[in-house]
């Protein structure tokens, strides 16, 4: 028996997914989570065999969740099951250490034989995220080319000037959040603070 943790904020959705697993032979439902933090409790108090991850949730959002449970459980198996194939969901989900990148728009078939695959050590992608993935290999990115959309914006109203107050302002998001997207474009271009990484983007004609 597979035993697996389902999670996902949408209720409708969790309840459709469980009634077809829990109607496989070899398919438990041990657990069900609405949200990130949800996840990773239950996921390390019930050690399940298969994690399907929803990627946007409100609070712990589903990449933050895998990286939770990857850094304390190395061996837990988790398939990403989402509407998004973008870039920032992509990669970033791969990354954090899921196993298995499937789409909700999928049949519910393929997420049952997708466990099982994952369950036996298999890598289920869809064909997008291959193509995706075999593109990043072919041509290994800039460190600006890793910053998501709005990571740029932040970065080039940092360089005209403007504090985090002033950007949370303009953009309408919580100040927290321009502090994190901060934080993360230093680290994606490997910069120690805010002036290097404005005459970071000036050198590479980000800005003029």
Request: aromatic share 4%; hydrophobic share 45%; no cysteine.
């Amino acid at each position: 028996m597979i035993n697996v943790l389902l999670v996902d904020d949408h209720e409708m959705v969790r309840i459709g997914v469980a009634a077809y697993l829990s109607a496989q032979t070899d398919i438990n439902v041990v657990a069900e989570a609405s949200n990130g933090k949800q996840a990773v409790d239950l996921a390390l108090r019930h050690r399940p065999d298969i994690i399907l991850m929803d990627l946007v949730m409100d609070g712990m959002d589903g990449i933050e969740a895998t990286r939770g449970i990857i850094e304390q459980w190395k061996e837990a198996k988790i398939i990403i099951v989402t509407s998004f194939l973008d870039d920032e969901k992509v990669y970033p989900a791969l990354e954090a250490g899921a196993s298995s990148y499937l789409l909700k728009t999928s049949k519910a078939s393929k997420i049952a034989d997708a466990i099982r695959a994952t369950y036996q050590g298999e890598v289920v992608l869809e064909p997008e995220v291959t193509g995706k993935m075999m593109t990043k290999m072919r041509k290994p990115l800039s460190p600006h080319e890793q910053l998501t959309s709005r990571e740029m914006e932040i970065l080039l109203l940092v360089a005209q000037g403007k504090s985090n107050q002033e950007i949370a302002d303009e953009l309408f998001i919580a100040l927290k959040t321009v502090k994190t997207h901060v934080s993360n474009i230093l680290s994606k271009l490997d910069v120690q603070d805010r002036t290097q990484a404005v005459i970071y983007a000036f050198k590479n004609k980000l800005v003029r």
